[in-house]
């Protein structure tokens, strides 16, 4: 009689254990990531002469590579640890959510550490198991902030990766005098953190609690003003320093994971967020930075110079699609960021035929038909910024183009072993074939037609830039020798403002120094008599 009940409780066992597992497989690429890190920085320490930690890091990024893959077909995945004590101050805890909107991002992430690996091989005297462990510690971060679920869990990831950088630059600066711009930089970082504990105060004040499902359209402009500050977007400034060694590689890694930390929390924008009224007021800040990043990565001098532009640029434009309530756009954007970008970074070689198989990258951007950005502009909202918008992505586009055509200042492969001339350029290939194929399969945006009257318009553009560059002046690349980054107009006004920061500290030192001092007692005793006189004066 009892066989029966047996049986079913033990079917509901399996099928909450099959859950369970099919939940883990949201979490199983970063633990490999963390995993293989872990495993070459003791392999390191342990063994300084091991062989193969090359071998391993490839490894560990292809398993991920793997598991990353095996999402398709179980999303939704969906995983939350346990609940944190006492409940009624953490009335949500840490959790993870793999869909069609965050998976592109994950793929994106993971092909390129691959390639950041792969193309090492050609940078032997900047690549060591060091660097690897902290490219594929990095990105196993930058999975949990795109699966991220709930804002605990970005502000965990994002203060995770903001220290991590903190770290990573001080340690690599040459000039101690840098020193004060990276702390800017983190305390930016650091703004952004604090709207998003504002975007969740908002919305446990009405007694509902934000996870993303049922967040409101004040609380959604919070988390795009957390994203653009971070992402040095809103308001307009350079998100970090960059008198910084870190360039090709593990710096690749930096930039792009952290940008795409922040441009993630964008996918759980409530489409409602385009009926708020504030929202054309930070679309006019978005186009600005839209234009002014395209304008300087179009001038810029070579690629890595220019990078802090690109990722302001694109980013820019990903905000503007979340504005407009297309999530789809906003992903494109950043997937083309990182992916587009990755290419053009890691590309350090100068082998013709690969720097014009780069131009894929061009059409990933172009938001034509069947692109990884065609998606971008298909809600056409909001209508009056869009020739605005098609401007500054035309600008990105030209400036693309033209530094992944640029005929010199690359290393060559010709003393390299006959192995690495293959492997090498299989580290950029394996990018432009993620763009290619997320534009095609994989995800919610793909197979898309987009607006194709603005894509035409913006190749159009394109084309008329480019012939005018050698042409014109004004369009010429800036020479290297006097354009820094952290030279703009708009980064002076935030040095002036932060020199009238330290000078209010001075002051406020120095009073406080006087009246803890000798004379402290009778500055107080003056203030007091002061104080009973006018009290006494006030009575009737």
């Avoid at 030279?487 to 500290?505: A, E, F, K, P, V």
Wanted: net charge positive.
């Amino acid at each position: 009689m009892t066989l029966p009940f047996h049986f079913q409780s033990s079917g509901r066992h399996s099928a909450k254990l099959i859950q369970l597992r099919r939940s883990m497989l949201t979490l199983i690429p970063s633990l490999i990531l963390f995993i293989t890190a872990a495993a070459l920085m003791i392999l390191r320490v342990m063994r300084p002469d091991f062989r193969f930690s090359w071998l391993a890091a490839i490894a560990g990024v292809l398993l991920a590579f793997i598991a990353t893959l095996a999402w398709q077909g179980r999303m939704p995945l969906e995983i939350s640890l346990p609940a944190w004590q006492p409940e009624g101050l953490f009335q949500e805890s840490p959790s993870f959510r793999g869909e069609g909107l965050t998976w592109p991002y994950a793929l994106s992430l993971i092909t390129l550490a691959m390639a950041i690996l792969l193309t090492a091989v050609a940078r032997p005297s900047l690549s060591n198991s060091f660097t690897w462990a902290g490219t594929l510690a990095l990105t196993g971060l930058g999975l949990l902030a795109v699966t991220a679920n709930n804002p605990l869990t970005f502000l965990l990831v994002w203060a995770a990766l903001d220290i991590t950088e903190l770290i990573t630059q001080l340690a690599s600066l040459e000039n101690p005098s840098s020193n004060e711009r990276v702390v800017i930089s983190f305390s930016t970082r650091a703004t952004g953190i604090g709207l998003l504990l504002w975007a969740n105060i908002l919305s446990y004040s009405p007694g509902t609690r934000l996870d993303f499902l049922s967040i409101t359209p004040q609380a959604g402009l919070l988390l795009v003003a957390a994203a653009g500050l971070r992402l040095g977007v809103l308001p307009l400034h350079l998100p970090y320093p960059a008198e910084s060694n870190l360039r090709r590689g593990f710096g690749t890694a930096l930039r792009l994971v952290s940008a795409a930390s922040s441009l993630t929390i964008l996918a759980h924008i409530p489409k409602s967020i385009v009926d708020s009224p504030f929202a054309p007021f930070i679309m006019v800040l978005t186009v600005v930075a839209a234009i002014y990043g395209g304008w300087m990565w179009l001038r810029a001098p070579d690629e890595l110079t220019g990078r802090p532009f690109w990722i302001i640029g694109i980013a820019a434009l990903a905000i503007a699609s979340a504005l407009g309530g297309n999530l789809s756009g906003t992903v494109a954007w950043g997937c083309a960021l990182i992916l587009g970008g990755g290419a053009l970074f890691l590309a350090s070689v100068q082998l013709v035929w690969l720097n014009r198989t780069l131009l894929v990258g061009a059409w990933s951007l172009s938001t034509l038909p069947f692109s990884l950005t065609a998606p971008a502009w298909q809600s056409g909202r909001p209508v009056f910024f869009l020739p605005l918008l098609v401007l500054a992505q035309s600008l990105i586009l030209a400036g693309f183009i033209r530094h992944a055509l640029r005929p010199g200042g690359r290393d060559s492969l010709d003393t390299q072993p006959g192995w690495t001339r293959k492997v090498y350029p299989a580290g950029i290939i394996i990018l432009l074939i993620a763009q290619f194929l997320l534009g095609f399969a994989g995800w919610d945006g793909a197979r898309q037609i987009g607006l194709w009257p603005a894509a035409l318009t913006a190749s159009l553009l394109t084309f008329i830039l480019l012939w005018a560059t050698p042409r014109f002046r004004l369009l010429n690349p800036v020479r290297a020798h006097w354009v820094q980054p952290t030279s703009s107009i708009l980064d002076r006004l935030y040095r002036s403002l932060w020199s009238l920061y330290q000078l209010l500290g001075r002051l406020s030192a120095g009073i406080t120094e006087t009246l803890e001092g000798a004379g402290g007692v009778m500055w107080t005793l003056l203030f007091l008599v002061l104080f009973i006189s006018l009290m006494s004066q006030a009575k009737p």
